[in-house]
């Protein structure tokens, strides 16, 4: 599991430490979410490559999150709850769950049921090499992009902006998940940097940056990128 992306949805704080820790020693990248609402944040600017999610959260249950993430994704889910209960355990995994373990459970059996999960789900690979979507393409290890087969001329942020719009076509994606995802959490930006860079990008991508085709705006929240050719 060296290096993938793991996404931990759990509100208890030592269990969550707990699992942290394991998966560190494991290599992995970890992310610790406490409640529905970061988990949700987290699973769109992460980019997770699985997701260790509880079923009672403070703001909501894992049911939710389950939902919202299968309706757009199909990142690996691998419910860790102490609910045994077994129509509970068939609900989850008829909507969508890959895998469910109960708790108090043993840090051996955990971790080869996530490598079985990424076996089935990465086999040989921890993310797509080409992606398309309209006419933009991009070359993800070579930090190449392009519209209609024009090589576009983008900075590293303009890039990873791109990437990560492309990466969640039709999603709202507000200004703090787009900080997250592109500058880190040790970036002490205001949320207008994102409204600056989606600016010089509309200039690189766009046809017509005042009618935009790809990134559009939402009203106090941030940006949809959804292809429109009709807006020209």
Not at 16 to 39: F, I, P, Q, W
Not at 47 to 70: T, Y
Not at 81 to 93: M, N, S, Y
């Amino acid at each position: 599991m060296q290096s993938k992306r793991i996404l931990v949805v759990e509100d208890d704080r030592n269990i969550a430490l707990s699992l942290e820790t394991l998966l560190l020693r494991e290599g992995c990248k970890v992310r610790v979410a406490r409640d529905a609402a970061m988990g949700m944040s987290l699973a769109a600017s992460f980019q997770p490559d699985l997701i260790l999610l509880d079923w009672m959260l403070p703001d909501g249950d894992g049911l939710s999150i389950l939902k919202s993430i299968r309706s757009r994704a199909p990142t690996p889910i691998l419910f860790v709850t102490a609910r045994d209960d077994v129509t509970e355990k068939v609900l989850a995994l008829e909507m969508g769950a890959d895998d469910y373990l109960t708790k108090p459970f043993h840090n051996r059996e955990l971790v080869a049921r996530m490598r079985s999960l990424l076996r089935r789900t990465h086999p040989g690979t921890s993310g797509a090499k080409f992606l398309a979507y309209g006419p933009i393409e991009i070359q993800v290890d070579e930090r190449r992009a392009a519209r209609d087969g024009v090589a576009l001329d983008l900075t590293r942020i303009e890039f990873d902006l791109l990437l990560h719009f492309v990466r969640n076509p039709r999603v709202v994606l507000s200004r703090e998940v787009l900080l997250e995802a592109v500058w880190g959490y040790d970036f002490d930006g205001y949320q207008r940097t994102v409204d600056t860079h989606v600016r010089r990008l509309r200039v690189k991508v766009e046809p017509q940056p005042d009618t935009p085709q790809f990134i559009h705006s939402v009203r106090g929240i941030g940006y949809r990128f959804e292809y429109d050719p009709a807006r020209s």
